[in-house]
């Protein structure tokens, strides 16, 4: 019976019994939790056999060197067009809204257990050539990966026919067996992201209700920059650079979405990220597999945003004045911070070292919002992969596909 419910309406059902379960039930959550971890495991065991070879076989289809050259700086273009208007948001509702003029500094939690990010930018970019790709692999780094993939699967078009052949045969068929296994795991979903939710909703709720005052204004500034971002420019995007319906667009990516937002994690989402775009939108593999891999890891639409009002929160929580000039810095480095931010939870909050240090801002400034990150997190997840998948449709319409949005 279950299984003729569509799996966008149990994944709701679930979210919502998640939380009530984990909000009566709190002492059961150790008897869930495990399907959780299961779940999330089985997502993070496929993520890079699935992003290495769908690297490699959409580019060795996309083909020589000028179309590669044409879709991938269209692509890279629009990710830094769409992180750059969704920062601008985020910065003009921090500035309107101040939500951190007269906050009480009282409210920081300490942050001794926060790793810093403790890197520069050009280490970021750096990262980007794996001085050993298995290592990297192993590490579950995916922006090295991306790199190695586009390397190899560039060259692939450059040997002998018939060796060409071998090979693209060859990894287009460990592709199509790593997207069956997506399939497979997808069906417990519902499952999976009952236990996480209960289980965040159990160690969230008490410190959610007591928010207020400076905190909850700053928590509302996020979403609402979220919002119009997710809610109005990125379907305008889609309706005018796209030429397509933003609503059936939307429906059709209803499960990867509240997966991003339950898992707080768009590595986690992609896999069926790439299902839905390929299968509901019938955007081309070559397509997805190529824009797909590469925005879940460099295009952070929500966590740019986030970044910029969180570092401006800060500031003026500490009473320091941004100059337009430091502004623009925390802008540039925002985005830096973006793209470089795995696609895990709180990777964002890490890579906000980067812009605090940019502006001589305390990295204590951190403390004061941990208690609403997780909510913020999963809020800005879902904007993340929100985004790419409105990229991929422009490009594919841009490419003169046909779709069904
Ligand atoms: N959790 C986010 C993601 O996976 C990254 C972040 O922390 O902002 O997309």
């Given at each position: 019976m279950l299984s003729k419910i569509k799996l966008h309406w149990q994944i709701l059902i679930a979210l919502i019994l998640a939380v009530a379960f984990g909000y009566y039930l709190p002492d059961l959550i150790p008897y869930v939790s495990w399907m959780g971890d299961v779940f999330l495991r089985g997502l993070s065991m496929i993520v890079i056999p699935l992003v290495f070879s769908s690297i490699i076989s959409g580019v060795a289809s996309i083909g020589g060197g000028s179309n590669l050259g044409r879709i991938g700086?269209?692509?890279?273009?629009?990710?830094?067009?769409?992180?750059?208007?969704?920062?601008?948001?985020?910065?003009?509702?921090?500035?309107?809204?101040?939500?951190?003029?007269?906050?009480?500094?009282?409210?920081?939690?300490?942050?001794?257990?926060?790793?810093?990010?403790?890197?520069?930018?050009?280490?970021?970019?750096?990262?980007?050539?794996?001085?050993?790709?298995?290592?990297?692999?192993?590490?579950?780094?995916?922006?090295?990966?991306?790199?190695?993939?586009?390397?190899?699967?560039?060259?692939?078009?450059?040997?002998?026919?018939?060796?060409?052949?071998?090979?693209?045969?060859?990894?287009?068929?460990?592709?199509?067996?790593?997207?069956?296994?997506?399939?497979?795991?997808?069906?417990?979903?519902?499952?999976?992201?009952f236990a996480i939710v209960s289980k965040e909703v159990a160690r969230n709720s008490g410190s959610l209700s007591n928010i207020a005052g400076s905190l909850g204004i700053y928590m509302l500034t996020v979403l609402l920059a979220l919002i119009i971002h997710a809610g109005i420019t990125l379907p305008l995007a889609v309706k005018l650079l796209g030429k397509s319906k933003p609503y059936l667009h939307f429906r059709n990516m209803a499960t990867p979405l509240l997966t991003a937002f339950s898992t707080s994690s768009s590595s986690a989402a992609l896999p069926l990220t790439m299902e839905a775009v390929e299968h509901n939108d019938g955007v081309s593999g070559k397509i997805t597999s190529f824009t797909l891999p590469l925005g879940a890891t460099i295009n952070m639409d929500g966590t740019a945003l986030y970044e910029c009002v969180a570092v401006i929160f800060i500031a003026q929580a500490y009473g320091v004045d941004l100059t337009v000039g430091q502004q623009a810095i925390v802008v540039l480095t925002a985005l830096l911070a973006a793209i470089g931010s795995a696609g895990i939870p709180m990777a964002g909050l890490v890579m906000m070292t980067i812009v605090l240090t940019a502006v001589n801002l305390p990295l204590e400034g951190i403390g004061l919002i941990l208690a609403v990150d997780r909510i913020l997190d999963m809020s800005r997840t879902t904007v993340n992969v929100w985004g790419d998948t409105c990229v991929a449709v422009i490009i594919a319409k841009s490419e003169g596909e046909t779709l069904n949005v």
């Open positions: 700086i269209k692509t890279i273009s629009l990710y830094l067009s769409t992180s750059l208007i969704a920062i601008l948001t985020g910065l003009f509702l921090v500035n309107l809204l101040q939500p951190g003029v007269g906050a009480n500094l009282g409210t920081a939690e300490t942050i001794q257990s926060l790793p810093t990010a403790g890197t520069s930018v050009s280490e970021i970019l750096m990262r980007t050539i794996p001085d050993n790709i298995v290592d990297a692999m192993a590490r579950g780094q995916i922006l090295p990966v991306i790199f190695f993939a586009i390397l190899f699967g560039f060259f692939i078009t450059q040997v002998q026919t018939e060796k060409q052949e071998i090979l693209t045969k060859f990894f287009n068929s460990i592709f199509e067996v790593m997207m069956k296994i997506t399939m497979f795991i997808i069906r417990f979903t519902p499952l999976g992201i």
